[in-house]
């Protein structure tokens, strides 16, 4: 509380931590990320840029790689950790890789969207991608990074459109402003068959808001879209359980099960959940850690 007198509490990003960030003029940093296209493996995706063999010399990768460059901020208090990069956004990467022929030609919506890390994967794969999120700084750092990106890989291998739209769950698709909803997006919106979410649990209010949201958007779908939701499971000593505990987490799984159904106006509508295995190949460098 800043009118206390206290410091603000921040957070840093677990991906941010020992990998080599470039400064921008903007306050923020950039940050490459090699995805292995041709078959990620653990073992090679965590690696830097090779190994050392027996005799001490380097073993570079030679696979077919991809690479995206993200701008983002480094540490940042609660309210702006959206503009960070995640391990959700990597491991949700890693499954969408996994399977992109299932992803091919779609048109997606992505939810809480923050750099759009996620949006250019989506994008490399998918026919049209919306980016969302709230925030003029979290949409324009989320448009310069989807922009740079994709017409940067547009010179090496086809890639589809992404539009960074605002959507705020609390109100969802009521935005006025640079990034409000246009005619041609709401069309979108209507084919969409796919809809992404990574590491957007980590407050009661903001999940209620979410599951919210995400009723409210598919109203507007021609089809039941298959809603892919990565988190990673936070785990901290509260006061309340005097023992270690992960109550958002907690939170988002009684949502589920108590929330199969929900009614917008006069529409009802019905999700059927099961929790996917984390088993897929890794095609991003990070510590994939069983809390994921």
Request: glycine share 6%; with cysteine.
């Amino acid at each position: 509380n800043n009118m206390a007198g206290e410091a603000e509490d921040v957070f840093l990003s677990d991906v941010h931590i020992g990998n080599f960030n470039s400064p921008s003029n903007k306050g923020t940093v950039s940050t490459r990320f090699v995805v292995l296209v041709d078959g990620g493996t653990h073992a090679h995706a965590q690696r830097a840029d090779g190994v050392l063999d027996d005799d001490g010399d380097l073993v570079l990768d030679r696979r077919e790689q991809l690479t995206v460059i993200i701008e983002h901020s480094m540490a940042t208090p609660l309210k702006s950790v959206g503009m960070q990069v995640w391990r959700g956004a990597l491991l949700l990467g890693d499954y969408m890789l996994s399977r992109s022929s299932l992803f091919q030609g779609a048109s997606m919506l992505e939810l809480g969207a923050g750099v759009g890390l996620l949006s250019v994967v989506a994008a490399t794969m998918a026919t049209e991608v919306l980016s969302t999120d709230i925030g003029e700084d979290t949409l324009e750092l989320c448009q310069r990074n989807v922009e740079s990106n994709l017409t940067r890989l547009k010179g090496v291998r086809p890639v589809g459109r992404a539009l960074v739209r605002e959507l705020d769950w609390k109100r969802p698709l009521e935005a006025t402003g640079r990034y409000s909803w246009q005619v041609e997006d709401m069309k979108i919106l209507e084919r969409v068959t796919f809809i992404i979410a990574a590491d957007v649990v980590y407050e009661d209010l903001l999940t209620d808001a979410f599951f919210s949201c995400l009723a409210e958007v598919c109203t507007h779908m021609e089809h039941s879209p298959l809603v892919i939701v990565a988190l990673e499971k936070r785990v901290n000593f509260t006061l309340e359980d005097l023992a270690p505990a992960s109550p958002a987490y907690q939170h988002f799984r009684a949502c589920l099960e108590k929330g199969h159904c929900w009614f917008k106006g006069s529409k009802k509508v019905r999700f059927r959940t099961r929790q996917l295995s984390t088993d897929f190949p890794q095609y991003f460098r990070y510590e994939r850690v069983k809390e994921l």
